[in-house]
């Protein structure tokens, strides 16, 4: 955490509004400030300047009402979203985000999907819609071996993913939270878990929310005893992501490999822009790449 921001003017008014809605006292803070978003912490509140060029119209709406209806699982706006400076911003209840340096919470995060995925739909839930973002960040990769490995990759993927063909119809939809990670969630006032992040918040299919660790458990970056705890405590929680007892592959493989080539376009991105080598956990991420292509389609 820190209060230098490269977006200063932003800052300022995204800290005073939080001055404004804090209950407690606290020196404005910079929470998170990449890929065009800028989230900020006075006191007890969380204030978030979304990306410019989201669609965060009356989907977003929906989305918000959607997390107010689930207070048990996620921390949702306070209030509807403002427009400051051209962006949307909200307002949120700060949580206490996990500390890497502890015992990572698999099993609660487990727990938290496994109850959000169990949840009613409501008839009005928008729609997750289709993983774009693997599309999108192919489309900004330049030239160059590691470029050309994910690239490769991203062929193997259903056409659908790469916006070729219409989404097929959903397996039974589930409430998921359409984009998660260890960071997606915090410790709410009285300790206990809630995800955070809702602009991806809808019906879907629930396996995308296990792809990330699935993806980075099959390029060798995230422990094997990780992922067990994970998928353990998913399945122990009725999670119906995946089949109770029978091979979990068959519902991950195509939400893993998309996230695996997501995740190594990502790095890859990274890494050129600061001019700097892959670093280990980057590299494994592109040879899953590699491995993904010499497997072929396998959809």
């Given at each position: 955490m820190h209060t230098e921001t490269v977006q200063p003017g932003l800052f300022t008014r995204l800290a005073e509004i939080g001055r404004q809605k804090a209950t407690q006292d606290g020196r404005p803070e910079t929470l998170y400030d990449r890929h065009g978003v800028l989230v900020v912490r006075v006191g007890d509140v969380v204030v978030k300047a979304h990306q410019a060029d989201r669609e965060l119209g009356e989907p977003f709406l929906a989305r918000i009402r959607l997390a107010g209806a689930l207070p048990d699982l996620v921390i949702g706006a306070l209030g509807p979203p403002l427009t400051v400076e051209g962006r949307t911003v909200t307002l949120a209840t700060?949580?206490?985000?996990?500390?890497?340096?502890?015992?990572?919470?698999?099993?609660?995060?487990?727990?938290?999907?496994?109850?959000?995925?169990?949840?009613?739909?409501?008839?009005d839930a928008p729609s997750w819609g289709r993983p774009a973002r693997v599309a999108r960040l192919v489309a900004r990769l330049e030239d160059g071996p590691a470029?050309?490995?994910?690239?490769?990759?991203?062929?193997?993927?259903?056409?659908?993913?790469?916006?070729?063909?219409?989404?097929?119809?959903?397996?039974?939809?589930?409430?998921i939270h359409g984009d998660w990670h260890l960071g997606q969630m915090v410790r709410a006032p009285g300790g206990r878990w809630r995800l955070i992040?809702?602009?991806?918040?809808?019906?879907?299919?629930?396996?995308?929310d296990l792809a990330r660790?699935?993806?980075?458990?099959?390029?060798?970056?995230?422990?094997?005893?990780?992922?067990?705890?994970?998928?353990?405590?998913?399945?122990?929680?009725?999670?119906?992501?995946?089949?109770?007892?029978?091979?979990?592959w068959t519902a991950l493989d195509v939400?893993?490999?998309?996230?695996?080539?997501q995740i190594a376009a990502t790095c890859v991105i990274s890494a050129g822009r600061k001019d700097r080598p892959l670093d280990g956990a980057e590299q494994a991420m592109v040879d899953a790449c590699v491995r993904i292509s010499a497997a072929g389609d396998a959809a």
């Open positions: 700060f949580g206490e985000p996990v500390d890497p340096a502890k015992e990572l919470p698999w099993e609660e995060g487990a727990r938290l999907l496994a109850a959000l995925h169990s949840e009613p739909v409501p008839a470029e050309d490995a994910v690239r490769r990759a991203f062929t193997t993927l259903p056409a659908w993913i790469r916006g070729e063909e219409k989404e097929p119809e959903e397996r039974t939809p589930c409430l992040d809702i602009e991806d918040l809808g019906r879907g299919d629930p396996a995308w660790p699935a993806a980075l458990y099959s390029a060798g970056v995230l422990p094997p005893e990780d992922w067990e705890r994970f998928l353990g405590a998913y399945r122990e929680a009725g999670g119906p992501a995946v089949p109770a007892q029978d091979d979990p939400p893993a490999r998309s996230l695996a080539i």
